[in-house]
């Protein structure tokens, strides 16, 4: 005892020489590993696909330079100064609107998602998907889309801001009431309250 002491004290890297220190390469790293391989491959081919390369940039970067100094500073004429007024207006009611819808439809489908509320799996997955399609697309995407089957016009904007909510308020809510505290909701339960009064009163508030 007294000798292998003297040799830890005297050099600890001694001891510790033959252990090894690196991660096992179990199946999991493995598979991680191949997909972080798989994403660098397919970056390095869409960037030769696209023809697009640092020289690229720096070739464009005079046209850049004349854009920007034509847009700054800024100039309107004062004849569309009240056009783009009302226009400013009307974009903020849309942004308004289809905020205000994306929360309403988001609180059943945040709540229909929660495993605290819901607890058949079909409409719980139904509702995850929905509030995970609404998350993962872009809110111009679906502009495009709406623009496409509606036309241009407020309607398009209102659906594609109301629907891209839809994700990230859902989410909201479907956390809020993963999260909440099961005690006061199993005691509005056991007075023999509804099932609507257990959901406002030990859900929802």
């Known amino acids: 005892m007294a000798a292998t002491a ?13 252990v090894p220190l690196a991660a096992p390469w179990t199946r999991r790293r493995v598979l991680l590993a191949a997909i972080a391989l798989a994403f660098i491959v397919g970056a390095i081919w ?5 023809d697009m390369s640092l020289f690229a940039l720096i070739d464009g970067w005079p046209e850049t330079w004349n854009l920007v100094q034509r847009m700054w500073p ?3 004429p004062a004849d569309d100064r009240n056009q783009i007024l009302n226009l400013l207006v009307d974009t903020f009611f849309m942004a308004f609107l289809g905020t205000f819808i994306g929360v309403v ?7 229909l998602a ?9 409409v719980r997955g139904t ?14 995407v679906l502009a495009l889309v709406f623009v496409r089957v ?14 891209h909510s839809i994700g990230f308020c859902g989410k909201l809510f479907s956390s809020a009431a993963d999260n909440i505290e099961l005690g006061p909701r199993d005691g509005v339960a056991s007075t023999g309250a509804s099932r609507g009064q257990e959901l406002l009163t030990g859900v929802w508030s």
């Open 6 to 18: 003297d040799v830890v004290h005297a050099d600890p890297a001694r001891v510790f020489r033959d």
């Open 46 to 50: 869409g960037l030769r696909r696209v």
């Open 74 to 76: 800024p100039f309107i």
């Open 105 to 111: 439809l988001s609180i059943p489908l945040g709540l």
């Open 114 to 122: 929660s495993r605290n509320v819901s607890h058949n799996s079909i």
């Open 127 to 140: 509702s995850r998907a929905i509030i995970a399609f609404a998350r993962a697309v872009p809110s111009l």
């Open 150 to 163: 509606f036309g241009i016009g407020p309607i398009a904007g209102i659906l594609a801001l109301g629907l």
